[in-house]
């Protein structure tokens, strides 16, 4: 399969690639490629004009801060993300994550900028860095702006991104707490049907000091279950109900329903690995 | 048209190509190294694995253009000379691991890189590292004992 024919435009550093982006209307961004070239293939998406970034040094760097926020480059690899000693120390939850994203090869080639951008509902980084308040760095030739993972997702495959701008970078606040990150797929490599990513944070008395919970492949976009969050804050662990939370706090959702699972599934899979996982979690067992 | 300059198996290559062109099409009918195959062309299936700076990718996931620089390998560059077969191939060999062989050569990268570059792997490791591997003919078992024979034999040139 051969994608529609466009102009590609290699750039060799972040202003050369805003500069194009701003010069060609219609130029769309390759990162890793490992959903857009599928989509180039089966002519889902047709650009008239493709921005490399591939060769552009500075995307692929990892730094922390003096606030100990991660500054992860747009074009870091999954297998970065799982192999990188200061993102493993810092946000392990993140590695974790990557850890869970389709096969070894994708993993090597695939980015988090590119994932993220890509919005699919069922990504597996959004959870997680939703659990981890993670934001964004947006850039055109003229300006920059923040957003918070939470708001530059705006529902399936659409983000905030506005013509002739690029996510460079993505800001990570630490977070060492005990968490669990977890997928299920009918087949490892596969989107999930629905994941999970939860950071519960237990004083030395065992009350729930942090709890950030959040869920994927349910709904057009990855969100957090904030009233389960609410409900577990300041309780001490051993005295949670966790099933008359779960319950109420899922009720409303409207799975997706496609191929890989009806909504009655999701919901039923999700609630699973709610109770779980918390339940986990509260009685303090570390993360595998 | 754009040039692109790239190493496989050691030898240095230019030419031209459309921007559209993917890399597993360039390898095959522009530089006619036929031994990477093309699997299903959505990404899953791993017969078109390359090597890339040793790293296992897909070349039908990636554009010809943007391998500007690479240091690939494919199956072609795996025999250690002419008409002597690698670690891979001859533990492949030896534990019947292919029927039809459509998807051999990715499976003989990726165990390129996976001996080299794991401990000791478990079976359940070797599944687990091949899930970006489809095989339709063997169901598996085969492979993962290929796999294993190779890392031993591998270590075994280390000692």
């Known amino acids: 399969m051969y994608p529609k024919s466009f102009e590609y435009l290699r750039a060799k550093s972040v202003d050369q690639a805003l500069q194009y982006l701003k010069e060609n209307e219609g130029s769309r961004v390759i990162a890793g ?11 889902l998406y047709q650009p008239t004009v493709l921005v490399d970034i591939n060769f552009i040094p500075e995307l692929r760097e990892v730094k922390l801060e003096s606030n100990g926020d991660l500054r992860i480059g747009a074009m870091v690899t999954h297998y970065d993300v799982i192999e990188n000693s200061i993102i493993r120390e810092n946000a392990p939850i993140l590695s974790s994550t990557a850890e869970n994203i389709a096969d070894v090869q994708i993993r090597n080639r695939g980015t988090i900028g590119g994932s993220i951008c890509e919005a699919d509902p069922s990504a597996d980084y959004l959870p997680t860095l939703m659990a981890l308040d993670a934001r964004v760095v947006l850039k055109t030739s003229e300006s920059t702006r923040e957003v918070k993972v939470e708001d530059f997702i705006q ?40 994941s999970v990513a939860a950071i519960v944070s237990l004083s030395k008395d065992g009350k729930v000091t942090d709890a950030r919970v959040a869920t994927g492949a349910q709904q057009d976009k990855p969100h957090r279950l904030r009233e389960i969050e609410t409900a577990l804050k300041g309780k001490p662990s051993k005295s949670v109900d966790l099933e008359s939370i779960i319950g109420p706090a899922t009720e409303e959702l409207e799975p997706l329903d496609d191929l890989h699972g009806g909504p009655e599934y999701r919901k039923y899979v999700l609630r699973g690995m709610l109770s779980r996982i918390l339940g986990d979690l509260l009685s303090g067992k570390e993360a595998r | 048209m754009v040039t692109v300059n790239l190493k496989i198996n050691g030898k240095q290559y230019s030419e031209e190509t459309e921007p559209r062109m993917l890399l597993v099409h360039f390898i095959r009918d522009v530089l006619k190294l036929k031994g990477t195959h093309i699997g299903c062309d959505t990404g899953h299936c791993g017969a078109c694995t390359i090597l890339w700076d040793g790293k296992p990718v897909k070349s039908c996931q990636i554009l010809a253009v943007q391998a500007e620089g690479a240091n690939i390998m494919t199956v072609e560059g795996l025999e250690p000379e002419e008409g002597k077969l690698s670690i891979e191939q001859e533990s492949f060999r030896e534990n019947f691991a292919q029927q039809c062989g459509y998807c051999t050569p990715g499976f003989l990268m990726m165990t390129r890189y996976l001996i080299r570059n794991n401990e000791e792997m478990t079976r359940e490791e070797i599944r687990e590292k091949l899930h970006g591997n489809y095989c339709m003919c063997t169901g598996y078992q085969q492979i993962v004992d290929a796999v294993q024979d190779a890392q031993r034999k591998y270590f075994a040139t280390k000692k």
Do not use: C, H, W
């Open chain 1, 33 to 43: 490629g490992q959903s857009l070239v599928p989509m180039l293939k089966s002519r």
């Open chain 1, 155 to 194: 529902g399936p495959f659409e983000t905030v991104v506005e013509d002739g701008e690029m996510l460079v970078e993505v800001m990570v606040p630490s977070n060492k707490s005990n968490y669990r990150v977890e997928k299920y797929a009918r087949r490892k490599a596969d989107f999930a049907i629905a």
